[in-house]
């Protein structure tokens, strides 16, 4: 089994920047890592993925302000979020697909409130 242990959620300004890391352990054949995230009332979303390769896939509504980027010797990867806006609050989820298992996996949740 693999397990994701995420952190790095907290309350910020609008305009703001955080840095969310996600740490993978249980596995070494973890494939695309990304992040996901759910709003109050609203299903959950992509916000953003990557490959063991490093190629990136982004939300139209985080293009621009949000980084994706992965340690692969530590499967670790990380969301760098700028420029904030109050829309982004949401509970923000890890994800990683585990290629032999051929089974993704998801953390428990890690809570990100924009707000003045």
């Known amino acids: 089994q693999v397990r994701l242990v995420e952190s790095g959620g907290g309350l910020v300004q609008p305009g703001g920047s955080l840095r969310l890391s996600c740490a993978a352990s249980?596995?070494?054949?973890?494939?695309?890592m990304g992040w996901y995230r759910q709003a109050p009332g609203k299903q959950r979303e992509l916000a953003a993925t990557?490959?063991?390769?490093?190629?990136?896939n982004y939300a139209d509504s985080v293009k621009g302000r949000f980084s994706i980027s992965r340690d692969n010797a530590k499967n670790t990867v990380y969301l760098q979020m700028n420029s904030l806006k109050p829309e982004d609050t949401a509970v923000y989820y890890c994800?990683?697909?585990?290629?032999?298992?051929?089974?993704?996996?998801w953390g428990q949740g890690t809570q990100v409130t924009v707000s003045s």
């Open positions: 994800n990683a697909f585990e290629r032999f298992l051929a089974k993704e996996f």
């Open positions: 249980g596995s070494s054949a973890i494939n695309a």
């Open positions: 990557i490959t063991v390769l490093g190629t990136t």
